[in-house]
Structure formats: structure tokens, C-alpha cells
């Protein structure tokens, strides 16, 4: 079965910084690596960021940091 799946990355602001997923995927289980870069291609800085992943009615949002 497939759904509609979407990963994206914001800041603590809620200011969205990257886009990494957004297209129809099967259910299992996906490894999904970020370079720490926005969706300019920009190297954003150290510190917290939200991830959240949308799949079908799932909606999930967690902390990550990121050190560089």
C-alpha cells in the first residue's frame, strides 16, 4: 500500500528549512541521511532543528540536533 509521505525539516522558529521527502512511498522502513543543507543549497548553522514526517493520516514531529 501506498501514501503520500512527506519529511520536512524547520527550525525552532517553525520557519521550514528542507524539504527531504515528498512523494507516494510504500509502507516500510526508510533511512533518510541530511547534508545540513536548506532547500538553497546553503549550509545552515549548528543547533536544534524540528523534523516532522507526514504519511498518509500519520503526522509525527521531533527535535534534532545538528553539529557540524
Known amino acids: 500500500m501506498k501514501s503520500q509521505v512527506r519529511l520536512t525539516v ?6 521550514q528549512i528542507k524539504t ?3 512523494q507516494e512511498m510504500p509502507a ?11 532547500d538553497y543549497n546553503e549550509y545552515v548553522a549548528s543547533g536544534v532543528y ?4 507526514q504519511a ?5 514531529t521531533k527535535k534534532m540536533m545538528l553539529l557540524k
Open 10 to 15: 524547520y527550525d525552532m522558529t517553525g520557519k
Open 20 to 22: 527531504m521527502i515528498n
Open 28 to 38: 516500510g522502513t526508510f533511512k533518510v541521511s541530511w547534508n545540513g543543507k536548506n
Open 50 to 53: 524540528l523534523y516532522k514526517i
Open 56 to 60: 498518509g493520516v500519520y503526522s509525527s
